[in-house]
Nanobody, 122 residues
Framework: QVQLVESGGGLVQAGGSLRLSCAASGRAFSDYAMAWFRQAPGKERECVAYISRTGGSTNYADSVKGRFTVSRDNAKNTVYLQMDSLKPEDTAVYYC???????????????WGQGTQVTVSS
């Protein structure tokens, strides 16, 4: 079992930045690939970024490429999402997730946090 707790969401103006954190507890954090997903009202949950177990590989949705950066600190059992140049369309609930496979697929992630709201005003 892995427990995930996100933090760092909030309200920001367009063009601003936020850094989300996701703290993990339970089984060895480094056993899992990690991902950040988001879900806006009326839309499906989408993967915005994911990172391999060691942090050596990352991948991003086209909509956030060049603006978001995912990283992890296995010593601190934490994964981060640095979000820059935020746009109103980034408004969503953001979730972190842990799973055995480096993937953008929702069904590859077994453990999920409760989510944190990010709201970008225009």
């Amino acid at each position: 079992q892995v427990q995930l707790v996100e933090s760092g969401g909030g309200l920001v103006q367009a063009g601003g930045s936020l850094r989300l954190s996701c703290a993990a507890s339970g089984r060895a954090f480094s056993d899992y690939a990690m991902a950040w997903f988001r879900q806006a009202p009326g839309k499906e949950r989408e993967c915005v970024a994911y990172i391999s177990r060691t942090g050596g590989s990352t991948n991003y949705a086209d909509s956030v490429k060049g603006r978001f950066t995912v990283s992890r600190d296995n010593a601190k059992n934490t994964v981060y999402l640095q979000m820059d140049s935020l746009k109103p369309e980034d408004t969503a609930v953001y979730y972190c997730a842990a799973g055995p496979t480096y993937s953008a697929r929702t069904d590859r992630y077994y453990y999920w946090g409760q989510g944190t709201q990010v709201t970008v005003s225009s």
